[in-house]
């Protein structure tokens, strides 16, 4: 998952420093993210390609308050931006670190830092969850609009805490996401099955007919981790709620219902009206949720000729129904 993460990124990244590269815009400026956060002082301060690479969300340079003769720390350098405007605060005494995993990022900031003429700064190849510096080695640490992006988000902030020398500083501006994600934000990705694979093989849940779930499919995330699922199989406006599934170690915190009633969000905005499901294991767990028992006569034909129905569940399994 981690690695998949990083791919995507990655040629996300490399595409849009190829273009700066090539003389081209990268970024687009709307006002919220990109060079236009940055005043025109500072503006002038830099190389016009390192603006024009610019792809934060924020300044961190003006929440950070650097002092000369400070070691900074920029995560997610890009075109260098941030790491050749704390060059200039920190003075010849000071040094300013850019890390960053994309080559061709870290070829543009060093081009960059070339045409600004600065001697204080070095560019570093990694990822922001290990970060290759030794322990308490840095003032402050700075980063823009990258932590969002990286796969394990808790491994970042011991990295940072690890590199931080006693009583350093972090200045960090970022995207987060507070809790009004949509149904559809909640998706479950196509580089999630393998994971949710393995939640229902170690729950002995079946995997048969999965791949017609996962369009409908919501997961929960804890650590990079696919912690659990709640899947719909689509049939026109009635569904198949299956694949309902936490880890064992997080039951009981009330997920596995965040989970189920995310996925009826989600298939309600699919015109789903009517959810069926089978089961043998929460027989008493879906009616604490407004699942009511169905006779299997009254279950629509699509649903009969499911995987579900055919082969994975057994006749012992109890039918429920509810209406969205
Ligand atoms: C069923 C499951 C998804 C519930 O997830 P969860 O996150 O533990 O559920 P919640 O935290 O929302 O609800 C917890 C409550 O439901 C109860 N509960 C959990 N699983 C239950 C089950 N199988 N049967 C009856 N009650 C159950 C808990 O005892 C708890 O009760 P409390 O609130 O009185 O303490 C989870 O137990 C699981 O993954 N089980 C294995 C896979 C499975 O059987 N899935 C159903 C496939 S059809
Ligand atoms: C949105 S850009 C921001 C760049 C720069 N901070 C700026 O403000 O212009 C994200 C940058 O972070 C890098 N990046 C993303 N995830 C990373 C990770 N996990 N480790 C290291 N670098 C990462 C990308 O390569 C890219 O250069």
Known sequence: ??????????????????????????????????????????????????VMASLGCGNPIA??????GERVLDLGSGGGIDVLLSARRVGPTGRAFGLDMTDEMLALAQRNAATAGAMNVEFLKGHIEAIPLPAA??????????????????????????????????GITDIVADDSLTPEQRRALDSDRAAVEDLLTASELPLDGLEIALPTAVV?????????????????????LRSVVVTPDLRGTG?????????????????????????????AWFPRLGYRPAARASVPTELTASPEFTTACPESALLLYKRL
């Open 1 to 50: 998952m981690t690695t998949d993460i990083h791919e995507v990124v990655r040629e996300r990244y490399a595409e849009a420093a190829r273009s700066v590269l090539s003389g081209e815009s990268c970024c687009a400026e709307d006002g919220n993210y990109g060079s236009d956060l940055y005043s025109a002082l500072e503006r002038e301060e830099l190389p016009d390609a390192a």
């Open 63 to 68: 929440v950070a308050d650097l002092h000369e």
């Open 137 to 170: 080695s840095i003032d402050v640490v700075i980063s823009n609009c990258v932590v969002n992006l990286a796969a394990d988000k808790p491994a970042v902030f011991r990295e940072i805490a690890r590199v931080l020398r006693p009583g350093g500083r972090i």
């Open 220 to 240: 929960a995330r804890a650590e990079a981790a696919v912690v659990g699922c709640a899947a719909v199989e689509a049939y026109g406006s009635v569904g198949l």
């Open 255 to 283: 997920l596995g219902r965040r989970l189920v009633e995310a996925a009826e969000a989600l298939a309600a905005e699919r015109g789903i009206a009517e959810l069926y499901l089978l089961t043998e294991t929460a027989k």
